[in-house]
């Protein structure tokens, strides 16, 4: 890492660092705790500050090697994947009070059982889980480097199993993320928008942090996500400031519940969980897979071999030979003392998925010993005692095949040898050698490997033909109930519409002759009954009464007391004929039997009007008088016309009738001798009156 990326480093994690802890200290301040629902958004602003302000100590003593350097670099390592694993458990809880919504309780995580009964998301304890495991982990690396060390630099270094580190701080989001996406229909619009930006931020991260190592991508986006929250919290706030609900301090829309069979219950929890299974798998596969383009970094490994090899020993990850050539030597001209030879080294890499990136080697040679420099393969020195041979690097002299010529790619090996003026008696076979070297795992070179990335494969592929397969099926159920919920609604405002249209006929015509024209409309009705009781009613001195009114009142009033005939009509079971200004026509007894008791009902009905004629001028301030006449006998009734159609009798009868009401008396009932005769028994009448009736003489006729 160059000076300049440390310096931004530090400078955009304090910066974002500072943002983070003001946005807490913020909602903090400006809520009540007890009654906050935003509780959790408040922790994960306070520990993504705590997670920035600890990476940029981590940056800042960064190869420090005092005391004070070592202890806070590692302090500081570890927060930053402490924070990171809390940020997670918060984020998974602040998603479950918005599908709640309402601000729950975190003691509900030690009661898992209970709390799924109550309906929270089971993805919130395996969330739980994997961040609690993620903490484990970090604490034994700690004293195992498991995850990360530090070399004598005071120097951080990942450790072979780092990945998984990345793993479990992916897999809390990705669980978190299925989660959001099958309850998005308990989300506001605002609030999954802005969930959803903080969801893709930190995979970034760590996206870039696998391909480009060196700067603090997953925490930079760690920040920037916490603070859209803040600023969309902010938003919450003013949206419930203007609706006038700041009691609620969640906003979210609440979903009518619908009652669901077991069946499709079942189905939807199999789809989740299949949904759940395929993200997670997703997510690892997309880190195996950077990682096996990238390697993983391996600690530095350091063997020291008592007595060296004259062969390669394939048991050994990594053997080496260093020999004097026999061939090549000779006694030095200037100091007889001395043998000069050409010793030869080779390093074998027994790995078949490690290529050896470093490597430095390191054998002791007694005194008055010297080298001859040269473009040798590797970096020759004598110190204290030792000769020793580092990989050539970028701007060597030594290098003079290129860098990628010193790495040990698996099962090959590299050569290297110098020429050294050494004692005669002087054996490197006898020698102790420390050979220290650097390695980067290449996972797909390794066959276990592919099998677990061919298994996590194919089971990608079946949980996500699965999910999809099973999510169909429900939109195909939902799609059906959706229909079925239209069939019935429109079924419904069908019935209602034919109901409307029944009643409005029933009003027009007789229920019977309602049905017949209703099945047969292109028939023509007309019916004859032997025995039907007609009456018509009419108001004395309409016309001088209507002269005096504007249009308006007369309709008003007409319209009032014809409205509790009616009725009365209705209850007794009388068939209203028509009206024709101020006369009102009625009729009972339309069937076929000679005998029935139409007359009793109709003069029943008769009085009933003269009650309501009382009670209507007892609230009017206009008097109104009527006279009713009734008479009994044979009708023809039918329907006349095809537009605006109107059902009416005819006969003498109706004439008949209608000349009863027009010589009788005000507020008085005159009826002919054939209804009297139908209701002798039960009403008593006055003596007999004669009347001059059209085209039938004289007639004798009776008042009730």
């Keep these: 890492m160059t000076d300049f990326t440390r310096i931004i480093s530090i400078l955009s994690l304090g910066f974002l660092s500072f943002f983070c802890f003001q946005a807490g200290i913020f909602l903090w301040s400006g809520h009540k705790l007890k009654q906050n629902g935003r509780?959790?958004?408040?922790?994960?602003?306070?520990?993504?500050?705590?997670?920035?302000?600890?990476?940029?100590?981590?940056?800042?003593?960064?190869?420090?090697?005092?005391?004070?350097?070592?202890?806070?670099?590692?302090?500081?390592?570890?927060?930053?994947?402490?924070?990171?694993?809390?940020?997670?458990?918060?984020?998974?809880?602040?998603?479950?009070?918005?599908?709640?919504?309402?601000?729950l309780s975190l003691t509900l995580l030690l009661r898992p059982k209970a709390s799924i009964k109550g309906g929270i998301p089971v993805q919130l304890f395996i969330v739980f889980f994997f961040c609690l495991f993620g903490v484990v982990l970090t604490v034994i690396s700690q004293f195992t480097n498991f995850f990360y060390y530090f070399d004598e630099n005071n120097i951080y270094h990942r450790s072979t199993f780092y990945p998984l580190s990345v793993a479990l701080g992916l897999l809390p989001g990705l669980i978190s993320f299925t989660m959001f996406l099958q309850n998005r229909k308990k989300l506001a619009k605002n609030v999954f928008v802005s969930l959803l930006f903080y969801f893709f931020l930190p995979l970034i991260g760590i996206i870039l942090l696998?391909?480009?190592?060196?700067?603090?991508?997953?925490?930079?986006?760690?920040?920037?996500?916490?603070?859209?929250?803040?600023?969309?919290?902010?938003?919450l706030m003013e949206l419930e400031f203007y609706s006038g609900q700041r009691e609620n301090t969640i906003k979210s829309p609440v979903y009518k519940s619908e009652s669901v069979s077991i069946q499709s219950r079942k189905r939807v929890v199999r789809n989740h969980?299949?949904?759940?299974?395929?993200?997670?798998?997703?997510?690892?596969?997309?880190?195996?897979?950077?990682?096996?383009?990238?390697g993983i970094s391996l600690p530095e490994k350091t063997l020291t071999i008592e007595k060296p090899y004259s062969e390669n020993d394939s048991s050994k990850s990594v053997s080496l030979t260093f020999i004097r050539n026999a061939d090549k030597h000779w006694v030095d001209e200037g100091d007889p003392d001395r043998t000069g030879a050409q010793f030869d080294g080779i390093i074998f890499n027994n790995m078949s998925s490690t290529i050896i990136t470093d490597w430095n080697?390191?054998?002791?040679?007694?005194?008055?010993?010297?080298?001859?420099?040269?473009?040798?393969?590797?970096?020759?020195?004598?110190?204290?005692?030792?000769?020793?041979?580092?990989?050539?690097?970028?701007?060597?002299?030594?290098?003079?095949?290129?860098?990628?010529?010193?790495?040990?790619?698996?099962?090959?090996?590299?050569?290297?040898?110098?020429?050294?003026?050494?004692?005669?008696?002087?054996?490197?076979?006898?020698?102790?050698?420390?050979?220290?070297?650097?390695?980067?795992?290449?996972?797909?070179?390794?066959?276990?490997?592919?099998?677990f990335l061919g298994l996590l494969f194919v089971v990608f592929i079946i949980s996500t033909t699965v999910m999809l397969f099973e999510g169909k099926l429900i939109r195909?159920?939902?799609?059906?109930?959706?229909?079925?919920?239209?069939?019935?609604?429109?079924?419904?405002?069908?019935?209602?519409?034919?109901?409307?249209?029944?009643?409005?006929l029933l009003n027009i015509l007789p229920k019977e002759i309602a049905?017949?024209?209703?099945?047969?409309?292109?028939?023509?009705?007309?019916?004859?009954?032997?025995?039907?009781?007609?009456?018509?009613?009419?108001?004395?001195?309409?016309?001088?009464?209507s002269g005096e009114m504007t249009a308006e009142e007369v309709v008003?009033?007409?319209?009032?007391?014809?409205?509790?005939?009616?009725?009365?009509a209705k209850r007794e079971g009388i068939e209203k004929i028509k009206t024709i200004g101020d006369a009102y026509m009625a009729a009972t007894g339309l069937t076929k039997e000679d005998f029935n008791d139409g007359a009793f009902k109709m003069i029943r009905f008769a009085k009933g009007l003269l009650d309501d004629v009382r009670a209507f001028n007892e609230k009017s301030p206009v008097k109104l008088l009527i006279r009713l006449g009734i008479n009994s006998g044979p009708v023809v009734a039918g329907v006349i016309g095809?537009?605006?159609?109107?059902?009416?009798?005819?006969?003498?009868?109706?004439?008949?009738?209608?000349?009863?009401?027009?010589?009788?008396?005000?507020?008085?009932?005159?009826?002919?001798?054939?209804?009297?005769?139908?209701?002798?028994?039960?009403?008593?009448?006055?003596?007999?009156?004669?009347?001059?009736?059209?085209?039938?003489?004289m007639m004798k006729t009776y008042f009730l």
């Design 556 to 568: 008003t009033m007409l319209n009032k007391m014809f409205t509790m005939f009616d009725e009365r």
């Design 273 to 294: 969980f299949w949904q759940t299974l395929s993200i997670s798998l997703g997510g690892i596969l997309l880190i195996l897979v950077i990682v096996s383009i990238k």
């Design 515 to 545: 049905k017949e024209l209703t099945a047969h409309p292109d028939s023509t009705i007309a019916k004859e009954y032997p025995n039907v009781t007609v009456l018509f009613t009419d108001i004395v001195g309409f016309t001088k009464i």
């Design 642 to 697: 095809k537009t605006k159609f109107i059902y009416d009798i005819w006969g003498d009868t109706v004439n008949v009738a209608s000349r009863m009401e027009s010589t009788g008396l005000p507020m008085r009932i005159h009826v002919t001798e054939t209804t009297k005769a139908q209701t002798s028994s039960h009403y008593q009448y006055s003596k007999n009156t004669e009347i001059d009736v059209k085209g039938k003489g």
């Design 361 to 451: 080697f390191k054998i002791l040679v007694p005194e008055g010993c010297s080298v001859d420099p040269g473009p040798w393969n590797g970096t020759f020195s004598l110190a204290d005692g030792a000769l020793n041979v580092k990989k050539p690097h970028k701007d060597d002299v030594e290098n003079i095949h290129g860098v990628d010529f010193y790495t040990i790619t698996p099962l090959k090996s590299l050569g290297f040898g110098c020429i050294m003026y050494t004692p005669h008696d002087y054996q490197p076979l006898e020698q102790k050698i420390v050979f220290t070297y650097s390695s980067i795992l290449k996972p797909l070179t390794n066959k276990i490997f592919d099998s």
């Design 476 to 504: 195909v159920e939902e799609e059906n109930k959706k229909l079925e919920r239209t069939v019935k609604e429109r079924t419904k405002e069908l019935e209602a519409e034919k109901n409307r249209s029944e009643n409005l």
């Design 210 to 235: 696998l391909l480009v190592y060196g700067f603090p991508w997953v925490d930079i986006f760690f920040g920037l996500g916490a603070l859209h929250l803040f600023y969309s919290s902010l938003k």
């Design 39 to 103: 509780r959790t958004l408040i922790f994960i602003e306070l520990f993504t500050g705590f997670l920035l302000l600890s990476d940029a100590l981590a940056y800042c003593f960064r190869g420090n090697t005092s005391t004070t350097g070592y202890y806070m670099v590692r302090l500081s390592n570890f927060l930053v994947f402490l924070c990171n694993a809390s940020i997670s458990l918060f984020f998974s809880f602040h998603i479950c009070e918005f599908i709640k919504q309402s601000r």
